[in-house]
Each structure stands twice: as structure tokens, then as C-alpha cells.
């Protein structure tokens, strides 16, 4: 996480030749989770129930502002009568309904959270169980 700096500062003495090849050459595409050709999934845990909660968490406290990239939510479904379902509100179309009311138990889900605004819901019971986050750059 954090900034990608590519400038370079190593000067480790003259007996290497120069790299032809290096970053330089490389367009910064601002492809979500890419740095230097790897892709960096970050966890984030998810509980809905018992009661009337749903929650995303990231090292333990509520999400409310991600960088973009990609993402593994572990949904911990602890109600037979909640269920957990994912959407941008903002920004672009995406939906992904992750536990069913019926289903108690873990389901993990891997996405690419793209800039803008994201919320997480209850179906059954949108309105009080929600929550909303931005994914952005900065801030
Ligand atoms: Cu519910």
C-alpha cells in the first residue's frame, strides 16, 4: 500500500552494467492493485448478524475509505435470517449477493474495488442494515 515510487537511488558501485530495461519504459496504466507486475489482494472481514449488524472491517475497524485494487472479503454469516450482499452505488454496475438469507457460516469472495461509492447491505433489511464506503486515490 502506499505510494509506488519509481525513481531509483541505488548506485552500488560501477562494476554492474546499466539496465536497458527499467521503469521507465513501463506507462503508468493506474491499474488498480498492480505495483510492479504483482497484484497485492488485501483482506477485509465481514460479519452480518447476530442481530440486527453488518460490518466490513479492515484490521479490525470499520471500512470507510479504500485505495482501489483488489480485495479478498471474508463474510462471516452469523443469522439465518440476514444475508450479505455487495454493489457499487456509484460509478459503475456491480452486484454480488454473497450469503443468502438461509446460509450461517463463511463465504470469501475476491474483487477488484474500483474508484467510487460502495455499499454493503442486508437485503431482507436494506436501510437499517447498511454501510457505505468510497474507494479512492488520496484522502
Ligand atoms: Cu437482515
Given amino acids: 500500500m502506499g505510494a509506488v515510487t519509481t525513481r531509483h537511488s541505488r548506485h552500488t558501485g560501477a562494476t554492474q552494467p546499466p539496465k536497458t530495461r527499467e521503469w521507465a519504459a513501463k506507462p503508468r496504466l493506474g491499474l488498480a492493485g498492480t505495483a510492479g507486475g504483482r497484484t497485492n489482494v488485501t483482506p477485509l472481514r465481514a460479519t452480518v448478524g447476530p442481530g440486527f449488524t453488518i460490518n466490513l472491517m479492515k484490521n479490525g475497524r470499520r471500512v470507510v ?17 440476514h444475508n450479505f450482499k455487495l454493489e457499487k452505488s456509484r460509478g459503475g454496475a456491480f452486484e454480488r449477493t454473497v450469503t ?10 475476491t474483487v477488484r474495488l474500483t474508484a467510487d461509492r460502495w455499499e454493503y447491505y442486508c437485503v431482507p433489511h436494506e436501510g437499517t442494515m447498511e454501510g457505505h464506503f468510497t474507494v479512492g486515490t488520496g484522502g
Fill in 65 to 81: 475509505r479504500l485505495a482501489p485494487g483488489m480485495y479478498r472479503i471474508t463474510v462471516s454469516d452469523r443469522s439465518s435470517f
Fill in 100 to 109: 443468502s438469507v438461509p446460509f450461517t457460516g463463511t463465504r470469501t469472495i
